[in-house]
């Protein structure tokens, strides 16, 4: 099937019991067995539900996956990913990503005895330098968060098949439809299902996706063990949300490309962050491996102030100061306060993010009232 066939279908079929075409809310604790372990493929909603077993199917059939997860968020999807990991074990991480991630791998994982390296991945050979015989898992973001940094997937792929390392690719900026990194010899993909996914701003979510039936019952046992599981409601509201995504990514797109050109061209406006940029210096891999360049985008004002910053993070009126992105409606956010408060101001500088950077989610308005919104809070 095609894209949209698909994210329209995938997961989807008429409950047998009344011909409802949306897979109903399934909002049941337990099920009842006909005798001790004879059942009808459920026992307990925390191993198994129909709504997220539905949602399930779909997440792998929209990454081009033979099996897909669910988790109550897009940190819990990657928590069960280092539960793969044991004391001494290494990660070679990306120096710019997710500040919860961060949080999550240094305040909690290497108390545990899990070593991380975080080096630059748009360069495959700083993984390549980085790897030894205790690494275990590569663990890369592309787009990046917020820099838009771009990764060769295939490229460190191919290094961590070599290694006879796992690699995982938070592909949440992308979304399914515009970057699919199991095809390009990613081991697990990740998604923080809140996002472009779910579209919509009212569930918190997350996922994995994969092709290898041992790594995903792996990965089952610690979802089932740990009970980091989603709702059925929440599985529910993605389930509708896939079913737009491709609309939704068309316009978020179409969006971000016209915002970020006049961006560039605004005299208040330094340097602005897309990988849709020719001059991107990642360009020609992002568009090797994405179908179009996303609706996500960073910038900084030629005034480094942080009271300049502010005054333009205060004065937007559609786009709507918070945290998170990829829903419909357009976002503005401070990384350094906000989404990568957790990362140390040293460690955020050294990898390029500035106090007084911007990032934008781009939602799918109209794009003249976006720029127009944007143009008098920088007149401001």
Known sequence: MKTATTYIHAGSEPDPSTGAIMTPIYQTSTYVQEAPG????????????????????????????????????????????????????????????????????????????????????????????????????????????????????????????AAGCLLCVDNTFASPYLQNPLDLGADIVMHSATKYLGGHSDVIQGALMMNNAELREQLYFIQKSCGAVPGPMDCFLVLRGIKTLHLRMERHCENGRKVAQWLRNHPKVGRVYWCGFEDHPNHAIAKKQMRDFGGMLSFELKDDSMDAAKKVLSSTKLFSLAESLGGVESLINHPASMTHASIPREKRIANGLSDTLIRLSVGVEDADDLIADLEQALAS
């Not at 198994?48 to 792998?60: D, F, H, V």
């Open 38 to 161: 004879v059942n009808q493929g459920f026992e307990y909603a925390r191993s198994q539900n129909p709504t997220r077993k539905a949602l399930e199917e779909a997440y792998a059939q929209i990454e081009h996956g033979k099996f897909g997860l669910a988790f109550g968020s897009g940190v819990a999807a990657t928590d069960a990913v280092m539960k793969l990991l044991a004391p001494g074990d290494e990660v070679i991480a990306a120096n710019d990503m997710y500040g919860g991630t961060y949080r999550l791998f240094s305040k909690v994982y290497e108390k545990f005895g899990i070593q991380f390296t975080y080096v630059d991945t748009t360069d495959a050979a700083n993984i390549q330098k980085a790897i030894s015989a205790k690494t275990k898992l590569i663990w890369i973001e592309t787009p990046t968060n917020p820099l838009m940094n771009i990764t060769d997937i295939a490229a460190v792929s191919a290094i961590a098949k």
